[in-house]
Nanobody
Framework: VQLQASGGGLVQAGGSLRLSCTASGIIVSNYVMGWYRQAPGKQRELVARIFSSGTAVYDNSAKGRFSIFRDIAKNTLYLQMNSLKAEDTAVYYC????????WGQGTLVTVSS
């Protein structure tokens, strides 16, 4: 099983990014999938998750700004991030929720204030 996150980059505060997580060896719509992030010096945290039903749940820090969704045909998980803040700066990862798979390299999101 492989999960590859991409789409990170440098963005100004208030900007937007869309992260993608391509999966092989697992059908993302069959599991609870999540987006996690790890900021420098902090523990990895769950930002958003989506159930196989399509229901999405967000951490308070992401509510109203982030949207998790998936493309079943592409077997890809996404995280649309709007109104980005400096505190969103982190490496973002995708995994099952709870996390059971090997962590990939993640994708770095840097928000400049």
């Amino acid at each position: 099983v492989q999960l590859q996150a991409s789409g990170g980059g440098l963005v100004q505060a208030g900007g937007s990014l869309r992260l993608s997580c391509t999966a092989s060896g697992i059908i993302v719509s069959n599991y609870v999938m999540g987006w996690y992030r790890q900021a420098p010096g902090k523990q990895r945290e769950l930002v958003a998750r989506i159930f196989s039903s399509g229901t999405a749940v967000y951490d308070n820090s992401a509510k109203g700004r982030f949207s998790i969704f998936r493309d079943i045909a592409k077997n890809t998980l996404y995280l649309q991030m709007n109104s980005l803040k400096a505190e969103d700066t982190a490496v973002y990862y995708c995994n099952q929720s709870p996390a059971k798979l090997n962590w990939g390299q993640g994708t770095l999101v840097t928000v400049s204030s």
